[in-house]
C-alpha cells in the first residue's frame, strides 16, 4: 500500500492482499529499555538483572517483552494513523526472547475488511490486520488487530468476515513458546485458580505522547488533541497494557516471559492524568519443563471518575 501524500489510510486505502508500507526498522538497546521502565515502571526482573537472567539459562541481556509487543505494534501504525479507535488484538502469540541489540521490522497485510454504521455523518469501516515481527535471530512476535478507520466518503459497501477476539488457547498448545529456562532461580508466587488479586499501587498515566514516540506510533489521536470528540488526547490502548504488565509484575514478581495473549480489548478510553487499578485474575495453570504456564485475566479501571473499565488484557505467563 501507497499512503497519500494526505495523513491517512482511509477505509477505501486498503486493499485486501496489500502489505502496508513498513516504518522504520528499529535496533533495540538498554536506552530503550531504560525509557520503557521510566514510563511503565515495570519490573520485570531478567530484563533488569543480567546475573539473574544467566542464572536461569539466558545469555546477554533482554529487551523486555512488553517494548518488544509496542514497538511491533507501533511498526505497525502507518496502517492506523487516522484511526478512530483499535478494538482489540487477537491470537497474539510471542514465539521468543529478544535480546537487547536486537534490530525488529515488522510486516503488516490487509486481511478483511468491513463497513461500519456511519457517526455523526462520518462513514467507515472496521480493518483486519495480520502482523509478523522478526529480529535478527528470526521471527518473534506474531498476532492480528482490527480498527476502526474513517472513510474519505461512502464508498462501495465491504461485508468481509472479520472474526471478533480470539478463544482461549489451550495451555499445552503454548508449550512449545516457552524458552528453554529453569526458573527455579525466580520467586514463586502461591496463587491458587480462580483468585483474584488486586494491585494496591494504583498509578496514573503520563508520558503518554513520549512513549508513542518511542515506538514509533503514528496515530494521529495521541498526538493531536483536537482530533478526539473529547477536546482530550487520546492515549494510546497498549501504554494500559504496559502498565498492566507493569502491575503484573509487581503482583507475580518471578515473571519471566509473556507468551501469549488470548486477547487485548480497549472498552474505553484512557486520558492523560488518569488514575488507573489493575486486578488480576488467575484462571488456569499448567506445569511445563522449567516452570509454569499461567493464564491471567487483567482489568484496568479509571477509580477517579473517568470512563470505569478500560482494559481486558488476558496473558499467559511463563513464570516458577
Given at each position: 500500500m501507497?499512503?497519500?501524500?494526505?495523513?491517512?489510510?482511509?477505509?477505501?486505502?486498503?486493499?485486501?492482499?496489500?502489505?502496508?508500507?513498513?516504518?522504520?526498522?528499529?535496533?533495540?538497546?538498554?536506552?530503550?529499555?531504560?525509557?520503557?521502565?521510566?514510563?511503565?515502571?515495570?519490573?520485570?526482573?531478567?530484563?533488569?538483572?543480567?546475573?539473574?537472567l544467566r542464572a536461569v539459562g539466558g545469555e546477554g541481556t533482554l529487551a523486555n517483552p512488553g517494548l518488544v509487543a509496542h514497538v511491533s505494534i507501533g511498526q505497525t501504525t502507518n496502517a492506523t494513523r487516522r484511526a478512530i479507535a483499535n478494538l482489540y488484538y487477537r491470537s497474539v502469540r510471542i514465539l521468543r526472547p529478544v535480546a537487547s541489540g536486537e534490530t525488529l521490522r515488522t510486516t503488516t497485510t490487509v486481511l478483511g475488511k468491513r463497513s461500519s454504521s456511519p457517526k455523526d455523518g462520518q462513514h467507515r469501516g472496521k480493518?483486519?490486520?495480520?502482523?509478523?515481527?522478526?529480529?535478527?535471530?528470526?521471527?518473534?512476535?506474531?498476532?492480528?488487530?482490527?480498527?476502526?478507520?474513517?472513510?474519505?466518503?461512502?464508498?462501495?459497501?465491504?461485508t468481509d468476515e472479520i472474526p471478533g477476539p480470539s478463544e482461549p488457547t489451550p495451555l499445552a498448545e503454548l508449550a512449545s513458546l516457552i524458552p528453554a529456562w529453569n526458573l527455579s532461580a525466580l520467586?514463586?508466587?502461591?496463587?491458587?485458580?480462580?483468585?483474584?488479586?488486586?494491585?494496591?499501587l494504583r498509578d496514573h498515566v503520563d508520558l503518554a505522547a513520549p512513549f508513542a514516540r518511542l515506538t514509533f506510533n503514528q496515530a494521529a489521536v495521541h498526538r493531536d488533541r483536537t482530533l478526539p470528540a473529547?477536546?482530550?488526547?487520546?492515549?494510546?490502548?497498549?501504554?494500559?497494557?504496559?502498565?498492566?504488565?507493569?502491575?503484573?509484575?509487581?503482583?507475580?514478581?518471578?515473571?519471566?516471559?509473556?507468551?501469549?495473549?488470548?486477547?487485548?480489548?480497549?472498552?474505553?478510553?484512557?486520558?492523560?492524568?488518569?488514575?488507573?487499578?489493575?486486578?488480576?485474575?488467575?484462571?488456569?495453570?499448567?506445569?511445563?519443563?522449567?516452570?509454569?504456564?499461567?493464564?491471567?485475566?487483567?482489568?484496568?479501571?479509571t477509580v477517579d471518575g473517568g470512563a470505569g473499565e478500560i482494559l481486558r488484557w488476558t496473558p499467559i505467563v511463563f513464570a516458577p
Open positions: 501507497v499512503l497519500p501524500h494526505e495523513l491517512g489510510p482511509f477505509f477505501e486505502d486498503f486493499t485486501v492482499g496489500d502489505q502496508v508500507r513498513p516504518l522504520p526498522t528499529l535496533t533495540l538497546t538498554e536506552a530503550d529499555n531504560t525509557a520503557y521502565r521510566a514510563v511503565t515502571g515495570d519490573q520485570h526482573a531478567l530484563t533488569a538483572d543480567r546475573g539473574l480493518v483486519w490486520l495480520g502482523i509478523t515481527t522478526e529480529g535478527d535471530h528470526g521471527e518473534c512476535m506474531r498476532y492480528e488487530r482490527c480498527a476502526l478507520v474513517p472513510a474519505r466518503g461512502t464508498g462501495p459497501e465491504e520467586e514463586r508466587t502461591e496463587w491458587a485458580s480462580g483468585e483474584t488479586r488486586i494491585d494496591p473529547a477536546g482530550r488526547r487520546l492515549v494510546y490502548g497498549g501504554h494500559i497494557q504496559a502498565l498492566a504488565q507493569a502491575s503484573l509484575t509487581r503482583i507475580l514478581p518471578g515473571t519471566a516471559q509473556i507468551v501469549a495473549w488470548d486477547g487485548c480489548d480497549h472498552v474505553g478510553p484512557a486520558f492523560e492524568d488518569d488514575l488507573v487499578e489493575f486486578s488480576h485474575q488467575l484462571v488456569e495453570t499448567l506445569d511445563v519443563s522449567g516452570g509454569r504456564l499461567l493464564r491471567l485475566s487483567i482489568t484496568g479501571s
